[in-house]
């Protein structure tokens, strides 16, 4: 297989990438390997290029919103079959007798393991995954489409769940701060909501397309939205941001925090989060909330933007992500796989070409 190593975490242009030609990892029991076609590239993973986000192990493979085809079968493994399509997401396991899995709260499983994290991911031509932590993806997503549902979009979903955004939230006044990947399909799922979605973000671009998809109000970060919000959720990496959403919150509202890494949080006066405000972070996502959204994002149907990029220029999908030059979402194409599922369902069993 190819594959994309970390090797050093550190600023564009001292980080360590490395291309690698390697043997196909072998699927250990309970476990499915995917031929990957495509993998979305996220935030986490340039905070974890970067170093801000402290790497489990070197070299790994990052990536986790990948899709691919079934190609082998672990020992044991029930509920797939070869040549099947699948996703891989953040959560790669839990131990599933803890408190917090024994109550739908895996994503809080102190042993939880994850994609490109603790074990490596989609950045390669393969990749194994438990197979009961493998996704089932709705059809009218072709792979490239799917990959930025595995991330951005669950979590989003998550997001917009713990802020109180949900089938009876009609006319609920959202605050989406940030608007990449992740917010491109959370304002999709709160207008499906019938919830007044208010935009604020330091992009023109951004600006318009939040409107195009229904934003009643657009501003920059310092700008203040025309009403008071009953919920915010903030996607942009950075505690300043999170200050902003909570100082637009109407009395009992929720900010939801949609980042694993903040740079910081600024001290603000406490009047700000008096009467009943709350400032929840958002961590990782369930398998529940995967099957919930792929069939939500296949009812609305959530349409996404990606910018395609082959595989080995991983290292320049990150730097654009960086620099702030991606419109909705960077995926890495992998065209072996992408040629096998165009082939049909026969050549997919069959496998790739020795």
């Not at 070299?59 to 399509?85: C, K, N, S, T, Y």
């Not at 396991?93 to 074990?119: I, M, P, V």
């Not at 031509?125 to 595995?150: C, E, I, N």
């Amino acid at each position: 297989m190819r594959a994309v190593l970390l090797e050093r975490p550190g600023p564009a242009g001292e980080r360590r990438l490395v291309h690698v030609e390697a043997p196909d990892p072998e699927p250990a029991p309970g476990e499915i390997r995917l031929r990957v076609s495509a993998c979305g590239v996220c935030r986490t993973d340039l905070q974890l290029a970067a170093g801000d986000l402290v790497a489990k192990r070197l070299p790994i493979v990052p990536g986790h919103q990948a899709v691919g085809v079934v190609d082998a079968l672990g020992a044991g493994v029930e509920g797939w079959r070869l040549g099947e399509r699948a996703g891989v997401g953040w959560l790669a396991s839990a131990c599933g007798e803890c408190d917090a899995c024994r109550h739908d709260r895996e994503n809080l499983c102190e042993a939880a393991r994850f994609t490109g994290w603790d074990r490596d991911g989609g950045f390669a031509s393969a990749l194994t995954v438990r197979a009961d932590f493998a996704l089932r993806l709705p059809a009218g997503f072709d792979d490239l489409a799917a990959a930025p549902l595995l991330c951005g979009g669950v979590i989003g979903y998550r997001a917009l769940r713990i802020a109180g955004v949900g089938p009876e939230a009609r006319g609920l006044r959202l605050g989406l701060y940030g608007f990449g990947a992740s917010a491109l399909c959370a304002i999709q799922v709160a207008r499906h909501f019938d919830c007044e979605v208010y935009v604020a973000t330091r992009s023109l671009e951004e600006r318009a397309r939040a409107e195009a998809l229904g934003a009643v109000w657009t501003g920059g970060y310092d700008d203040a939205p025309p009403v008071r919000l009953d919920a915010a959720v903030t996607f942009a990496p950075a505690g300043e941001v999170v200050v902003r959403a909570l100082s637009a919150l109407g009395r009992g509202g929720t900010v939801a925090i949609n980042a694993i890494h903040l740079d910081r949080v600024p001290a603000f006066s406490y009047d700000l989060l008096w009467w009943e405000r709350s400032l929840r972070s958002v961590a990782n996502f369930t398998r529940r909330d995967a099957r919930e959204f792929l069939a939500l994002a296949a009812e609305i149907p959530v349409r996404t933007a990606i910018e395609r990029y082959p595989l080995e220029e991983a290292g320049r999908a990150l730097e654009c992500l960086e620099a702030g030059k991606v419109r909705g979402a960077a995926v890495l194409e992998i065209a072996e796989a992408r040629a096998l599922v165009a082939q049909g369902p026969a050549a997919r069993e069959a496998g790739p070409p020795a």
